[in-house]
Protein backbone atom coordinates (compact mmCIF):
# COMPACT_ATOMS: atom_id res chain seq x y z
CA UNK A 1 0.00 0.00 0.00
CA UNK A 2 2.81 2.82 0.81
CA UNK A 3 4.88 1.71 -2.24
CA UNK A 4 1.59 2.72 -4.33
CA UNK A 5 0.83 5.65 -2.33
CA UNK A 6 4.13 7.01 -3.11
CA UNK A 7 4.34 5.80 -6.49
CA UNK A 8 0.96 7.63 -7.20
CA UNK A 9 2.30 10.66 -5.33
CA UNK A 10 5.02 11.24 -7.61
CA UNK A 11 2.90 10.82 -10.55
CA UNK A 12 0.79 13.12 -9.60
CA UNK A 13 3.65 15.31 -9.18
CA UNK A 14 4.81 15.19 -12.37
CA UNK A 15 1.08 15.57 -14.14
CA UNK A 16 0.50 18.61 -11.81
CA UNK A 17 3.53 20.29 -13.17
CA UNK A 18 3.01 19.31 -16.41
CA UNK A 19 -0.71 20.81 -16.33
CA UNK A 20 0.48 24.06 -14.63
CA UNK A 21 3.32 24.45 -17.71
CA UNK A 22 0.86 24.26 -20.32
CA UNK A 23 -1.97 25.87 -19.27
CA UNK A 24 0.79 28.24 -18.25
CA UNK A 25 2.04 28.65 -22.05
CA UNK A 26 -1.76 28.33 -23.55
CA UNK A 27 -2.47 31.44 -21.14
CA UNK A 28 0.29 33.94 -22.99
CA UNK A 29 -0.69 32.29 -26.15
CA UNK A 30 -3.91 34.08 -26.00
CA UNK A 31 -4.53 37.03 -28.54
CA UNK A 32 -5.96 38.95 -25.68
CA UNK A 33 -3.59 41.35 -23.66
CA UNK A 34 -4.79 40.78 -19.82
CA UNK A 35 -2.79 44.45 -19.28
CA UNK A 36 -4.88 45.98 -22.30
CA UNK A 37 -7.87 44.42 -20.75
CA UNK A 38 -6.94 46.54 -17.81
CA UNK A 39 -5.87 49.45 -18.44
CA UNK A 40 -8.47 50.12 -21.43
CA UNK A 41 -8.33 50.17 -24.58
CA UNK A 42 -7.99 54.07 -24.84
CA UNK A 43 -4.55 53.94 -22.25
CA UNK A 44 -1.44 55.35 -23.45
CA UNK A 45 1.58 53.50 -23.47
CA UNK A 46 2.95 54.75 -20.44
CA UNK A 47 0.45 53.49 -18.04
CA UNK A 48 0.56 49.90 -20.09
CA UNK A 49 3.60 49.56 -18.88
CA UNK A 50 3.98 50.75 -15.56
CA UNK A 51 0.86 47.85 -15.02
CA UNK A 52 2.93 44.92 -16.82
CA UNK A 53 5.67 45.90 -14.44
CA UNK A 54 3.44 45.76 -11.46
CA UNK A 55 2.11 42.39 -12.63
CA UNK A 56 6.04 41.12 -13.70
CA UNK A 57 4.50 40.17 -17.16
CA UNK A 58 7.38 42.47 -18.49
CA UNK A 59 9.87 39.55 -17.66
CA UNK A 60 10.75 36.47 -19.80
CA UNK A 61 8.12 33.55 -19.84
CA UNK A 62 10.60 31.07 -18.10
CA UNK A 63 11.14 33.45 -15.85
CA UNK A 64 7.43 34.31 -15.06
CA UNK A 65 6.64 30.20 -14.71
CA UNK A 66 9.58 29.81 -12.06
CA UNK A 67 8.25 32.40 -9.99
CA UNK A 68 4.42 30.79 -10.34
CA UNK A 69 5.89 27.94 -9.38
CA UNK A 70 7.93 28.99 -6.23
CA UNK A 71 4.84 30.52 -4.75
CA UNK A 72 3.00 27.57 -5.83
CA UNK A 73 5.39 25.59 -3.73
CA UNK A 74 4.28 27.65 -0.72
CA UNK A 75 0.51 27.58 -1.23
CA UNK A 76 0.46 30.84 -2.86
CA UNK A 77 -2.19 30.77 -6.09
CA UNK A 78 -1.48 34.35 -7.02
CA UNK A 79 -3.50 37.07 -6.88
CA UNK A 80 -6.70 38.45 -9.49
CA UNK A 81 -5.66 41.09 -11.66
CA UNK A 82 -9.12 42.08 -12.31
CA UNK A 83 -10.40 41.46 -8.71
CA UNK A 84 -7.57 42.18 -6.57
CA UNK A 85 -7.91 39.59 -4.28
CA UNK A 86 -5.89 36.11 -3.93
CA UNK A 87 -6.79 33.50 -5.64
CA UNK A 88 -6.89 30.84 -3.29
CA UNK A 89 -9.20 32.94 -1.21
CA UNK A 90 -11.61 33.11 -4.73
CA UNK A 91 -11.53 29.37 -5.02
CA UNK A 92 -12.37 28.75 -0.94
CA UNK A 93 -15.69 30.97 -1.35
CA UNK A 94 -16.43 28.78 -4.63
CA UNK A 95 -15.39 25.33 -3.67
CA UNK A 96 -18.46 24.64 -0.93
CA UNK A 97 -20.54 25.27 -3.80
CA UNK A 98 -18.67 23.11 -6.72
CA UNK A 99 -18.53 20.29 -3.51
CA UNK A 100 -22.37 20.33 -3.37
CA UNK A 101 -23.46 20.59 -6.87
CA UNK A 102 -20.54 17.89 -7.27
CA UNK A 103 -22.42 15.24 -4.76
CA UNK A 104 -25.83 15.86 -5.89
CA UNK A 105 -25.03 15.19 -9.73
CA UNK A 106 -23.12 11.73 -8.34
CA UNK A 107 -25.72 10.93 -6.65
CA UNK A 108 -28.61 11.42 -9.43
CA UNK A 109 -25.83 9.78 -11.65
CA UNK A 110 -25.90 6.83 -10.20
CA UNK A 111 -29.42 7.03 -9.13
CA UNK A 112 -30.31 7.44 -12.72
CA UNK A 113 -27.75 5.18 -13.99
CA UNK A 114 -27.07 1.86 -12.16
CA UNK A 115 -31.01 0.42 -11.95
CA UNK A 116 -31.42 1.66 -15.96
CA UNK A 117 -28.32 -0.49 -16.69
CA UNK A 118 -28.91 -3.25 -14.61
CA UNK A 119 -32.54 -3.24 -15.83
CA UNK A 120 -31.16 -3.04 -19.47
CA UNK A 121 -28.45 -5.87 -18.80
CA UNK A 122 -31.51 -8.60 -17.59
CA UNK A 123 -33.96 -7.75 -20.33
CA UNK A 124 -31.26 -7.72 -23.07
CA UNK A 125 -32.28 -7.97 -26.95
CA UNK A 126 -36.07 -7.14 -25.09
CA UNK A 127 -38.57 -3.83 -25.48
CA UNK A 128 -37.04 -2.67 -22.23
CA UNK A 129 -33.58 -2.68 -23.01
CA UNK A 130 -34.22 -1.08 -26.23
CA UNK A 131 -36.34 1.38 -24.83
CA UNK A 132 -33.97 2.46 -22.05
CA UNK A 133 -30.71 2.30 -24.11
CA UNK A 134 -32.64 4.42 -26.07
CA UNK A 135 -33.39 7.16 -23.85
CA UNK A 136 -29.79 7.23 -22.03
CA UNK A 137 -28.89 8.03 -26.01
CA UNK A 138 -31.38 11.23 -25.68
CA UNK A 139 -29.73 12.21 -22.22
CA UNK A 140 -26.19 12.07 -23.21
CA UNK A 141 -27.51 13.86 -26.78
CA UNK A 142 -29.73 16.60 -25.42
CA UNK A 143 -27.81 19.75 -24.79
CA UNK A 144 -27.32 20.54 -21.09
CA UNK A 145 -28.76 24.38 -21.56
CA UNK A 146 -31.55 23.05 -23.81
CA UNK A 147 -32.32 20.09 -20.43
CA UNK A 148 -32.03 22.71 -17.95
CA UNK A 149 -34.03 25.34 -19.64
CA UNK A 150 -36.81 22.84 -19.80
CA UNK A 151 -36.85 21.94 -16.31
CA UNK A 152 -36.95 25.20 -15.19
CA UNK A 153 -39.55 25.78 -17.09
CA UNK A 154 -41.70 23.20 -16.16
CA UNK A 155 -40.55 22.81 -12.14
CA UNK A 156 -39.76 26.47 -11.56
CA UNK A 157 -42.30 28.22 -13.79
CA UNK A 158 -45.39 25.91 -15.10
CA UNK A 159 -45.23 23.64 -11.71
CA UNK A 160 -43.22 26.04 -9.20
CA UNK A 161 -41.84 23.81 -6.93
CA UNK A 162 -38.29 24.54 -7.14
CA UNK A 163 -36.58 28.15 -7.59
CA UNK A 164 -35.67 29.59 -10.80
CA UNK A 165 -31.99 29.70 -9.68
CA UNK A 166 -29.57 30.74 -7.06
CA UNK A 167 -27.77 28.91 -4.40
CA UNK A 168 -28.10 28.66 -0.48
CA UNK A 169 -30.60 25.88 0.32
CA UNK A 170 -31.50 21.73 -1.25
CA UNK A 171 -34.65 22.78 -3.57
CA UNK A 172 -31.50 25.23 -5.38
CA UNK A 173 -29.39 22.30 -5.85
CA UNK A 174 -31.81 19.82 -7.04
CA UNK A 175 -32.83 21.05 -10.55
CA UNK A 176 -28.75 21.58 -11.61
CA UNK A 177 -27.72 18.51 -9.73
CA UNK A 178 -30.69 16.73 -11.92
CA UNK A 179 -29.51 18.48 -14.96
CA UNK A 180 -25.99 17.17 -15.13
CA UNK A 181 -27.10 13.80 -13.52
CA UNK A 182 -29.72 13.11 -16.71
CA UNK A 183 -26.68 13.66 -18.64
CA UNK A 184 -24.15 11.26 -16.70
CA UNK A 185 -26.89 8.74 -15.76
CA UNK A 186 -27.08 7.99 -19.44
CA UNK A 187 -23.11 7.25 -19.72
CA UNK A 188 -23.47 5.27 -16.23
CA UNK A 189 -26.40 3.57 -17.47
CA UNK A 190 -24.58 2.37 -20.99
CA UNK A 191 -21.47 1.40 -18.83
CA UNK A 192 -23.56 -0.19 -16.83
CA UNK A 193 -25.49 -2.73 -19.18
CA UNK A 194 -22.72 -3.58 -20.80
CA UNK A 195 -20.32 -4.61 -17.80
CA UNK A 196 -23.31 -6.33 -16.75
CA UNK A 197 -24.20 -8.02 -19.66
CA UNK A 198 -20.45 -9.48 -19.32
CA UNK A 199 -20.55 -10.25 -16.00
CA UNK A 200 -23.81 -12.50 -16.64
CA UNK A 201 -21.95 -14.70 -19.00
CA UNK A 202 -19.28 -15.50 -16.45
CA UNK A 203 -19.21 -19.02 -15.13
CA UNK A 204 -19.62 -18.25 -11.55
CA UNK A 205 -23.02 -16.85 -12.66
CA UNK A 206 -23.70 -19.94 -14.08
CA UNK A 207 -22.60 -22.01 -10.59
CA UNK A 208 -24.48 -19.46 -8.39
CA UNK A 209 -27.53 -19.95 -10.53
CA UNK A 210 -27.08 -23.68 -10.42
CA UNK A 211 -27.23 -23.53 -6.56
CA UNK A 212 -31.11 -22.06 -7.04
CA UNK A 213 -29.94 -19.02 -5.78
CA UNK A 214 -32.64 -16.57 -6.83
CA UNK A 215 -32.06 -14.36 -9.83
CA UNK A 216 -32.76 -10.94 -7.60
CA UNK A 217 -29.93 -12.72 -5.64
CA UNK A 218 -27.32 -13.69 -8.19
CA UNK A 219 -27.85 -10.18 -9.95
CA UNK A 220 -27.86 -7.82 -7.03
CA UNK A 221 -25.39 -9.40 -5.12
CA UNK A 222 -22.90 -11.84 -7.17
CA UNK A 223 -22.71 -9.98 -10.52
CA UNK A 224 -23.61 -6.81 -9.13
CA UNK A 225 -20.37 -6.22 -7.25
CA UNK A 226 -18.45 -7.31 -10.28
CA UNK A 227 -19.72 -5.36 -12.80
CA UNK A 228 -19.72 -2.09 -10.73
CA UNK A 229 -15.87 -1.73 -11.35
CA UNK A 230 -15.61 0.58 -14.44
CA UNK A 231 -18.70 2.85 -12.63
CA UNK A 232 -16.42 3.33 -9.59
CA UNK A 233 -13.63 4.00 -12.10
CA UNK A 234 -15.69 6.21 -13.62
CA UNK A 235 -16.82 7.93 -10.62
CA UNK A 236 -13.25 8.93 -10.02
CA UNK A 237 -13.28 10.80 -13.49
CA UNK A 238 -16.48 12.55 -12.41
CA UNK A 239 -14.86 14.38 -9.39
CA UNK A 240 -11.81 15.63 -11.16
CA UNK A 241 -14.53 17.10 -13.81
CA UNK A 242 -17.00 18.71 -11.61
CA UNK A 243 -14.30 20.18 -9.48
CA UNK A 244 -13.63 22.17 -12.32
CA UNK A 245 -17.04 23.30 -12.52
CA UNK A 246 -20.24 22.97 -14.81
CA UNK A 247 -19.92 26.14 -16.64
CA UNK A 248 -23.19 25.57 -18.39
CA UNK A 249 -25.35 24.57 -15.81
CA UNK A 250 -23.74 26.99 -13.04
CA UNK A 251 -24.82 30.03 -15.93
CA UNK A 252 -27.76 28.68 -16.75
CA UNK A 253 -29.05 28.16 -12.85
CA UNK A 254 -27.33 31.01 -11.54
CA UNK A 255 -24.96 28.52 -9.66
CA UNK A 256 -21.63 30.01 -7.80
CA UNK A 257 -19.12 27.84 -8.63
CA UNK A 258 -15.79 27.32 -9.75
CA UNK A 259 -16.49 27.05 -13.32
CA UNK A 260 -18.84 30.35 -14.15
CA UNK A 261 -15.82 32.19 -11.68
CA UNK A 262 -13.05 30.16 -14.29
CA UNK A 263 -14.96 31.30 -17.49
CA UNK A 264 -15.43 35.14 -16.26
CA UNK A 265 -11.60 34.74 -15.87
CA UNK A 266 -11.10 33.33 -19.58
CA UNK A 267 -13.43 36.51 -20.78
CA UNK A 268 -10.82 38.75 -18.74
CA UNK A 269 -7.84 37.26 -19.51
CA UNK A 270 -7.51 36.57 -15.37
CA UNK A 271 -4.28 34.32 -16.07
CA UNK A 272 -3.58 33.78 -11.99
CA UNK A 273 -7.59 32.51 -11.95
CA UNK A 274 -7.32 30.30 -15.05
CA UNK A 275 -4.23 28.74 -13.04
CA UNK A 276 -5.91 28.25 -10.06
CA UNK A 277 -8.95 26.95 -11.72
CA UNK A 278 -7.17 24.20 -13.84
CA UNK A 279 -4.95 23.24 -11.15
CA UNK A 280 -8.24 22.94 -8.73
CA UNK A 281 -9.53 20.05 -11.78
CA UNK A 282 -6.01 18.47 -11.91
CA UNK A 283 -5.97 17.95 -8.49
CA UNK A 284 -9.37 16.61 -8.51
CA UNK A 285 -8.94 14.26 -10.96
CA UNK A 286 -5.67 12.79 -9.05
CA UNK A 287 -7.65 12.16 -5.95
CA UNK A 288 -10.38 11.23 -7.92
CA UNK A 289 -8.67 8.22 -9.46
CA UNK A 290 -6.92 8.04 -6.21
CA UNK A 291 -10.30 7.27 -4.44
CA UNK A 292 -11.27 5.05 -6.96
CA UNK A 293 -8.17 2.50 -6.81
CA UNK A 294 -8.53 3.01 -3.40
CA UNK A 295 -11.88 1.83 -2.94
CA UNK A 296 -12.01 -1.12 -5.87
CA UNK A 297 -9.74 -4.00 -3.74
CA UNK A 298 -12.32 -3.46 -0.99
CA UNK A 299 -15.31 -4.43 -3.54
CA UNK A 300 -13.22 -6.83 -5.60
CA UNK A 301 -9.90 -8.74 -3.25
CA UNK A 302 -8.96 -9.92 -6.71
CA UNK A 303 -7.25 -6.53 -7.34
CA UNK A 304 -4.19 -6.01 -5.67
CA UNK A 305 -2.40 -2.49 -5.53
CA UNK A 306 1.07 -2.45 -6.64
Not at 164 to 181: E, F, Q, R
Not at 224 to 241: E, F, Q, S, T, Y
Request: overall charge positive; proline content about 5%; aromatic content about 8%.
Amino acid sequence: MLVFLAKRLSQAILILIGVTLITFCLSFLMPADPVRMLAGRSATQAPVESIRKELGLDKPLPIQYLKYISRLVQGDLGRSYKQKTQVSELIMSRLPATLLLMAGTIFFELLIGLPAGILAATKRGRAADNWIMALSFAGVSVPQFVLGLLLLYLFAHIIPIFPLGGYGSLKHLILPALTLGISGGGWYSRMMRSSMVDVLRQDFIRTARSKGLTERSVVLVHALRNAILPVIAMIGLDIGIFMAGAVVVESVYGWPGIGQMAWQAIQMVDIPIIMGATLVAAVGIVLGNLLADLVIPFIDPRVYLR
